[in-house]
């Protein structure tokens, strides 16, 4: 069951095209989050097989993050923070995961954008509060376009080397199941970087909350 959807998920990844790789990744960078993790390492597997291009996929998704990054950014600049902050919760954006991006803008500024591309959790949210702040727009691109870049072509690099040496990964599940054989420490030490980084995102959102409880009373 599980080799027939991962094979299935794959070739709808192929018959999607370049497109199908913006458009996910869009999505991917709004309040609606697919997993990049889903959508990029398929595309870089058929980058192997010779049927995308290695650097198509990375663009594609690249500018597919930026797009629905972009999106998010003028829907919060044209909304605002209060009613955002009120009905946010219909539309997977929690008070709590708003004022967590929103601390993080506050503190990192631009920069924040470029790293909050490489971190679960602030990815799909950051460009929300920059929005509202009203951050100059073509900084907001430049940081969100670098960023994006930099995690796609991690995400690229992964499918590209650790999926792509079996051919038949599709057709037989003892492909699958070799693959996971001999990468086993990649998709462990994948595994564990992504908790990593998601331990440090609540590590870094616990520590902005104590800084902005610390420094609201001398407002």
């Known amino acids: 069951m599980f080799h027939s959807l991962f094979a299935l998920w794959f070739r709808l990844t192929l018959e999607w095209g370049y497109w199908g790789v913006f458009t996910l990744m869009a999505i991917e960078s709004t309040v609606f989050p697919i997993p990049s993790e889903l959508v990029v390492p398929p595309a870089a597997y058929w980058a192997e097989q010779g049927r995308f291009h290695f650097w198509g996929v990375v663009a594609a998704a690249t500018l597919g993050s930026w797009a629905g990054s972009a999106v998010s950014y003028w829907v919060a600049r044209r909304v605002g923070r209060p009613l955002l902050l009120r009905y946010g919760k219909f539309v997977f954006v929690p008070e709590s995961k708003w004022l967590l991006a929103e601390r993080w803008i506050n503190r990192y500024s ?103 409880a610390e420094t609201e009373p001398s407002r």
């Open 110 to 212: 631009a920069t924040g954008i470029f790293f909050a591309r490489l971190l679960p959790v602030v990815r799909h949210l950051v460009s929300l509060p920059a929005g509202a702040a009203r951050m100059p727009f073509p900084r907001f691109t430049v940081m969100t376009l670098l960023g994006s870049c930099v995690w796609c072509t991690v995400l690229a690099w992964f499918g590209a080397k650790v999926l792509a040496d079996q051919p038949r990964l599709l057709e037989d599940p003892e492909a699958l199941a070799r693959v996971v054989r001999a990468k086993l420490l990649w998709f462990v030490a994948a595994a564990t970087v992504l908790l990593a980084l998601t331990v440090l995102v609540e590590a870094i959102g616990r520590r902005l909350k104590r800084k902005h």
